[in-house]
């Protein structure tokens, strides 16, 4: 324990795996952990024993912030959290309900890249806070239509990036349950007010929405809320018609908060690798921008249905995934055998996704940035599958958002090449440092100049 290097976790679990082979166990004060590290053992984990770790490790940050555990990511495994998954993925995440709100997607997108065309060019620019904006203010967009004007947004924003420091803040009372009462760091407490803030948002977006419908106003373009609403309305089926009767009930309101917190602090810092990776690769940087020249040109903004032509940039996404991304944790629910070995009841699995991505037997180069791996199909066969691609988890607990997360991520990413070169400020280096957390972040931020590169500026 004294040697394990908190902002360096990822590389020191890798470097053990290295030296003591695929699985091994570190205990801790208050739980044991396992790691695992090959696909073989993956598989056994997320596939063979999936009811036995249906369950995800959580905090009570998590929990307070989740409406009480009461949203599809704290839910234990049964009917509730089945029922209320069956709603974000069947109906309101489904490709279908996403095409009808693309368009209330590239509004928020367009109206954000005005606002670095009027603000930050030239200047140097935090290139995960651009990101984070655009990701936030395009996902709130097809969620409610975006209503509630720009101090609304601006306030969402500042909540989520709360909300996501709060749940990497390490907290003494979840090592020691005993102390919890005590709330010695205050963890408890700022929760539970940055919970109430949140649900007082989203509380006040559905009344808006409910008076609207009542006074029949409607929505010009249909969003997630208002599918959200409809299968709210229809009753939805046996297994999830009660839990949503009422669209006051947390399990109402905790689907929207997965919606619009889930994964946009994530995307955004993606979107920030997948940059300082094109910084550091600029025969990979100069084939994204021909490929956006190519398919979107130089005289109109990125839309949509660009996005099923840019094969070049899906690879480069799945290549910053490949190399940015940590670990899937999960929880046996009961005794069981992984590998040969023992694991007993309540033990913490991490499945460390960092080192099988970075395997030298599964991936050839691994640690170069080389997207044309995942062009060509063939050669690397179903990655996924086979349980050595794992950047959405697998299984049953599999990450829900990810068509959303995907989608959002391609389109934000493209929308800022293709608009803006994006420059290292005079003097200063590119550099690549990183460190452990819920998602693996940069140490330092990056920061660059944008340029305009759309030949018309009234584009913009
Ligand atoms: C690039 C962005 C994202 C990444 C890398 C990501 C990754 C993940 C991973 C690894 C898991 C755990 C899977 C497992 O245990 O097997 C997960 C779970 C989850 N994600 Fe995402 N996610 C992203 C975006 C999103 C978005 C946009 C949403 C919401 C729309 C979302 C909602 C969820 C939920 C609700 C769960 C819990 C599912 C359950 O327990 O049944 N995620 N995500």
Same mark, same amino acid.
């Given at each position: 324990?004294?040697?394990l290097?908190?902002?360096?976790?990822?590389?020191?679990?890798?470097?053990?795996?290295?030296?003591?082979?695929?699985?091994?166990?570190?205990?801790?004060?208050?739980?044991?952990?396992?790691?695992?590290?090959?696909?073989?053992?993956?598989?056994?984990?997320?596939?063979?024993?999936?009811?036995?770790?249906?369950?995800?490790?959580?905090?009570?940050a998590?929990?307070?912030?989740?409406?009480?555990?009461?949203?599809?990511?704290?839910?234990?495994?049964?009917?509730?959290?089945?029922?209320?998954?069956?709603?974000?993925?069947?109906?309101?995440?489904?490709?279908?309900?996403?095409?009808?709100?693309?368009?209330?997607?590239?509004?928020?997108?367009?109206?954000?890249?005005?606002?670095?065309?009027?603000?930050?060019?030239?200047?140097? /620019?935090?290139?995960?806070? $651009?990101?984070?904006?655009? %990701?936030?203010?395009?996902? &709130?967009?097809?969620?409610?239509? #975006? @209503?509630g004007?720009?101090?609304?947004?601006?306030?969402?924003?500042?909540?989520?990036?709360?909300?996501?420091?709060?749940?990497?803040?390490?907290?003494?009372?979840?090592?020691?349950?005993?102390?919890?009462?005590?709330?010695?760091?205050?963890?408890?407490?700022?929760?539970?007010?940055?919970?109430?803030?949140?649900?007082?948002?989203?509380?006040?977006?559905?009344?808006?929405?409910?008076?609207d419908?009542?006074?029949?106003?409607?929505?010009?373009?249909?969003?997630?809320?208002?599918?959200?609403?409809?299968?709210q309305?229809?009753?939805?089926?046996?297994? /999830?018609?009660?839990?949503? $009767?009422?669209?006051?009930s %947390?399990?109402?309101?905790? &689907?929207?908060?997965?919606?619009? #917190? @889930?994964?946009?602090?994530?995307?955004?810092?993606?979107?920030?690798?997948?940059?300082?990776?094109?910084?550091?690769?600029?025969?990979?940087?100069?084939?994204?921008?021909?490929?956006?020249?190519?398919?979107?040109?130089?005289?109109?903004?990125?839309?949509?249905?660009?996005?099923?032509?840019?094969?070049?940039?899906?690879?480069?996404?799945?290549?910053?995934?490949?190399?940015?991304?940590?670990?899937?944790?999960?929880?046996?629910?009961?005794?069981?055998?992984?590998?040969?070995?023992?694991?007993?009841?309540?033990?913490?699995?991490?499945?460390?996704?960092?080192?099988i991505?970075?395997?030298?037997?599964?991936?050839?180069?691994?640690?170069?940035?080389?997207p044309?791996?995942?062009?060509?199909?063939?050669?690397?066969?179903?990655?996924g599958?086979?349980?050595?691609?794992?950047?959405?988890?697998?299984?049953?607990?599999?990450?829900?958002?990810?068509?959303?997360?995907?989608?959002?991520?391609?389109?934000?990413?493209a929308?800022?090449?293709?608009?803006?070169?994006?420059?290292?400020?005079?003097?200063?280096?590119?550099?690549?440092?990183?460190?452990?957390?819920?998602?693996?972040?940069?140490?330092?931020?990056?920061?660059?100049?944008p340029?305009?590169?759309?030949?018309?500026?009234?584009?913009?």
């Open positions: 324990m004294p040697f290097r908190p902002n360096h976790l990822h590389r020191q679990f890798t470097a053990l795996a290295q030296a003591h082979g695929p699985i091994y166990k570190i205990q801790t004060p208050s739980k044991l952990l396992v790691v695992v590290s090959s696909p073989a053992l993956a598989r056994e984990v997320l596939r063979a024993n999936e009811s036995t770790f249906s369950v995800r490790p959580t905090s009570i998590v929990k307070i912030l989740g409406y009480g555990g009461m949203e599809v990511g704290t839910l234990p495994w049964g009917p509730d959290w089945a029922g209320l998954r069956k709603i974000l993925v069947r109906d309101v995440l489904s490709n279908r309900a996403l095409d009808t709100c693309r368009a209330l997607r590239e509004r928020a997108v367009a109206a954000g890249i005005r606002e670095i065309r009027a603000d930050s060019v030239g200047k140097p /620019t935090r290139v995960f806070d $651009a990101a984070f904006k655009l %990701v936030v203010d395009s996902t &709130l967009a097809m969620l409610w239509g #975006g @209503g004007g720009a101090d609304f947004a601006a306030e969402y924003r500042e909540a989520t990036r709360e909300v996501s420091q709060l749940m990497g803040r390490p907290n003494v009372s979840d090592a020691f349950p005993l102390l919890a009462m005590f709330d010695l760091q205050g963890v408890q407490r700022e929760a539970a007010e940055l919970a109430a803030r949140m649900d007082g948002m989203i509380s006040s977006v559905i009344e808006r929405r409910l008076g419908l009542a006074g029949k106003k409607g929505t010009a373009s249909k969003d997630l809320l208002q599918i959200l609403l409809e299968v309305g229809g009753g939805g089926d046996l297994s /999830t018609g009660s839990l949503i $009767a009422s669209t006051s %947390v399990h109402f309101k905790g &689907l929207i908060l997965d919606i619009a #917190g @889930g994964g946009t602090n994530t995307t955004a810092m993606l979107i920030e690798w997948a940059i300082t990776e094109l910084l550091n690769n600029e025969e990979v940087m100069i084939k994204v921008v021909q490929e956006l020249d190519r398919i979107v040109g130089p005289k109109s903004l990125m839309d949509d249905h660009h996005l099923k032509e840019l094969s070049y940039l899906n690879a480069v996404v799945k290549e910053t995934c490949r190399l940015h991304l940590a670990m899937v944790a999960r929880v046996a629910g009961q005794p069981c055998t992984i590998g040969g070995y023992s694991i007993p009841k309540g033990a913490t699995v991490l499945i460390n996704t960092w080192a991505h970075r395997d030298p037997q599964l991936w050839a180069d691994p640690l170069q940035f080389r044309e791996r995942f062009l060509n199909e063939v050669e690397n066969g179903p990655r599958n086979n349980f050595q691609f794992l950047p959405f988890g697998s299984g049953r607990r599999v990450c829900p958002g990810q068509p959303l997360a995907v989608n959002t991520l391609k389109y934000v990413l929308t800022l090449l293709h608009s803006f070169d994006w420059k290292l400020p005079a003097g200063t280096e590119l550099e690549l440092e990183d460190k452990f957390g819920i998602v693996i972040k940069k140490m330092n931020p990056l920061v660059l100049v340029t305009p590169r759309l030949l018309n500026l009234e584009l913009y």
